[in-house]
Each structure stands twice: as structure tokens, then as C-alpha cells.
């Protein structure tokens, strides 16, 4: 056993956790190029009742392309990983926060969870495939008044 192999479960985590949070970088960014390179070419995408399971290379296109024409801007906040490395393949799960902003003059909070796959590709993690699941989604018109976004008391 090489002398650095008690490290790599550690190294590895390090690195899925890097490529989840430039996941968010590069959409929230819209550098489609980027984002795309972080996934295997087979990569498959379940991303719910709008966007659907998308496959291979052509899916992140239809994906990118579905992003690009809708949110303006994004913030995605990713938190609370586990991450389990088996040699060349890993699994991993995410909190996910998101807001967004549309071109509709919409803005939007999206709460949800990920389940990545990720292999190991030339030495690099990416990923092979997200399952996104939204626990719950808040979307308001910017022409809204901020009181009605206000928790109220019960006596209110």
C-alpha cells in the first residue's frame, strides 16, 4: 500500500465536494462550457417534472438550454454532504438552496436535495448522474409588496 493511500478516502471527498460547489459556480454563472465538463459523457440527469431525465451530452444540452432561456441570475447554496468513496465510483447527497431570479419578473427560492453518482474519469471526479428532488419552491413577482413576504404572528 502506497504511503498516501490512508489519505485518499479524505483527498476524495475533498474533491467531490470542490466539484459540487463549482456545479453551482457554473450554472449559477452560465458558463455552459465549464458546467458541462463536469460531467461523464454517459452522465444521466433527473431533475423533476419540468426539466425531466435528460442523458448523455445531448441532455445537458437540453438542460443548459432550459436554464439559459428561464433564470437570469442564481445562487445555489449547497450544505450538509455525505459522501461515500468506493475506489473509482461515489456516491454523494446535498442540501440545496437556490435562488433565482426569471426573465418573467419572477423570483424564486428552491429548496431541494441532490443524489449524485460521481466517477472517477483520468484521475478527475465528475459526475455520472443527479437525481434532484425539490422539497418545496417559493416563487413571487418582483411587484409584490415585501410585507406580504413577512412572517406574520398569529395575531396579525
Known amino acids: ?92 447527497r446535498w442540501y440545496v438552496d437556490a435562488r433565482e431570479s426569471f426573465g418573467n419578473g419572477q423570483t424564486g427560492l428552491t429548496a431541494g436535495e441532490y443524489h449524485d453518482t460521481y466517477r472517477r474519469v483520468d484521475g478527475s471526479w465528475k459526475f455520472a448522474a443527479i437525481d434532484f428532488t425539490v422539497h418545496y419552491q417559493f416563487v413571487y413577482d418582483e411587484s409584490q409588496e415585501l410585507e406580504t413576504l413577512r412572517r406574520r404572528s398569529r395575531t396579525d
Open 1 to 92: 500500500m502506497a504511503r498516501d493511500e490512508p489519505q485518499r478516502p479524505i483527498t476524495d471527498r475533498e474533491a467531490i465536494k470542490e466539484l459540487r460547489a463549482a456545479y453551482g459556480y457554473h450554472i449559477d454563472n452560465q458558463e455552459w462550457e465549464a458546467f458541462r465538463n463536469l460531467f461523464t459523457d454517459d452522465a444521466v440527469l433527473d431533475y423533476g417534472e419540468n426539466i425531466g431525465r435528460q442523458e448523455g451530452q445531448e441532455g445537458l444540452e437540453f438542460f443548459t438550454d432550459y436554464v439559459d432561456e428561464r433564470v437570469e441570475t442564481g445562487m445555489h447554496m449547497m450544505h450538509n454532504p455525505i459522501i461515500d468513496v468506493d475506489g473509482e465510483t461515489a456516491t454523494g
